[in-house]
C-alpha cells in the first residue's frame, strides 16, 4: 500500500519548530503508514535531522524565487494527502500555492485596529491566499488577550479539525548522538551536579538596574549551588561584566581551555553548538533563562524543572509559548532579589 504523504514547513526558530514537535507525533500515531518531508531552515535544521518521525527534510533559504523554484523541483508531480504550513512565514504562505494536496492546514494571525470610529481587522496572510486553506485557526496577536493565542493549543485544534486523536502533548527533542561523546570529554572538568542558567541577547534590552539584578541573582545562587553560565551567540553586552567575576571559557574541539579550568562553584562557556547545549540541559538539576526559546522547548522535551527570568511586561507575550505539559516556573524581575530556589 502507498504511503500517505504529509509535508509540513517549519523554517522558523529552534524552540517554534519544539514547540510544534507533539504534532509530529500526533500525525504518526493516527497515521502510522506516513511518509513526512519537512521544509525548514539550515538553522533549524541541525535539530530536525535527529527526528525520527522525518523521512525527508528539504532546507530552503528564505529567498522567494529560489525557495519557488526548489520546492516546485521538490514537490514535482506529487500530491500531499496532507499539508501544514506551520511557520506563519510570509513566503512560506506564497510557496503554499504550488503545493497540491486535498488538507491544506495553517493558522492565520489578526490584530484589532481602530481608525476614528471604525474597528477592523488585519489578517495575515491576505485574503487570497487564504481562500487556499480548508483546515485553519485564528490567531489573536494581540498579547492581553487570553483566548486563542496559545500557539500549541492552537496546533491542536488543527489537529482536531481533522478528526486526529491528540495522542500526545510533551515537546519531543532527540539528543545528537554526535555530541554525546564531546559533553562525556567536558564532563570531567565539570561537577555532576549543577544548574544552568542561559544567557543570550534578550538580556540587551535589560535596564542597568536590572542587569545588576540578574547577575547578584546568578551569584547568590551560586552560594550554595554549582554553576553552569552558557553563553548563546551574537552580541550579548551583559557578559562583559559578568566576565569580570566569572570566568567564561570559549568551548572547541580540542578542549584546551577545559583541561586548565579549576573550577570552583561557576563557570561560564561560550560558542556551544546547540546540540550539545542540550546535553548540558539534559544533565542539569534545573535550567533558568531568560525565556530563550530553545532552552525552555529542549528542557520541557526532556523533563527538566524550569525558570523564566523576565520583566512582567512580558509575562502576557510570553505565556503563549509556554508547552502544555512541562515543570514551569516564572520569576519577574522586580520580584528577583527576594526569590529563593
Aim: proline share 2%; with cysteine; glycine share 2%.
Amino acid at each position: 500500500m502507498k504511503k500517505k504523504q504529509i509535508l509540513i514547513f517549519k523554517t522558523d526558530r529552534i524552540g517554534d519548530f519544539i514547540n510544534f514537535s507533539p504534532c509530529l507525533r500526533i500525525i504518526k500515531s493516527n497515521i502510522p503508514d506516513s511518509e513526512i518531508s519537512v521544509v525548514c531552515s539550515s538553522y533549524n535544521h541541525q535539530i530536525i535531522k535527529n527526528y525520527k518521525e522525518i523521512d525527508k527534510t528539504i532546507i530552503i533559504e528564505k529567498n522567494l524565487i529560489k525557495d519557488f523554484i526548489k520546492i516546485k523541483k521538490f514537490t514535482n508531480k506529487k500530491f500531499y494527502d496532507y499539508f501544514f504550513q506551520m511557520d506563519g512565514n510570509n513566503n512560506s504562505y506564497y510557496l503554499s500555492l504550488i503545493i497540491k494536496s486535498k488538507v491544506k492546514s495553517t493558522i492565520f494571525f489578526y490584530k484589532n485596529k481602530s481608525f476614528l470610529f471604525l474597528k477592523f481587522k488585519i489578517i495575515r496572510p491576505n485574503f487570497f491566499l487564504r481562500k487556499i486553506f480548508n483546515n485553519y485557526e485564528y490567531c489573536d496577536e494581540d498579547y492581553n488577550n487570553k483566548i486563542n493565542t496559545h500557539y500549541q493549543s492552537l496546533y491542536f485544534k488543527l489537529m482536531s479539525n481533522l478528526s486526529f486523536k491528540i495522542t500526545h502533548k510533551q515537546n519531543i527533542f532527540y539528543l545528537d548522538s554526535f555530541f554525546k561523546d564531546k559533553y562525556e570529554v567536558i564532563s570531567k572538568y565539570i561537577p555532576k551536579k549543577f544548574i544552568l542558567f542561559h544567557i543570550d541577547d534578550k538580556s540587551n534590552i535589560l535596564t542597568s538596574n536590572d542587569k545588576t539584578k540578574l547577575i547578584n541573582f546568578i551569584l547568590n545562587l551560586n552560594k550554595n549551588r554549582n554553576i553552569i553560565l552558557t553563553v548563546g551567540i551574537g552580541k550579548i553586552d551583559i557578559v562583559n561584566e559578568i566576565s569580570k567575576i566569572i570566568k567564561i571559557v570559549s568551548y572547541n574541539d580540542d578542549l584546551l581551555e577545559f583541561n586548565s579550568i579549576n573550577f570552583n562553584k561557576i563557570l561560564g562557556i561560550k560558542d556551544l553548538p546547540l546540540n550539545l547545549l542540550a546535553y548540558f540541559l539534559n544533565y542539569s538539576e534545573l535550567n533558568i533563562s531568560m525565556h530563550s526559546g530553545s532552552v525552555v522547548h529542549i528542557s520541557t522535551a526532556l523533563n527538566k524543572k524550569l525558570i523564566d527570568v523576565l520583566d512582567a511586561g512580558k509575562n502576557n507575550e510570553i505565556d503563549r509559548w509556554i508547552p502544555v505539559i512541562s515543570s514551569y516556573q516564572r520569576i519577574n524581575f522586580d520580584k528577583l532579589e527576594n526569590f529563593k530556589i
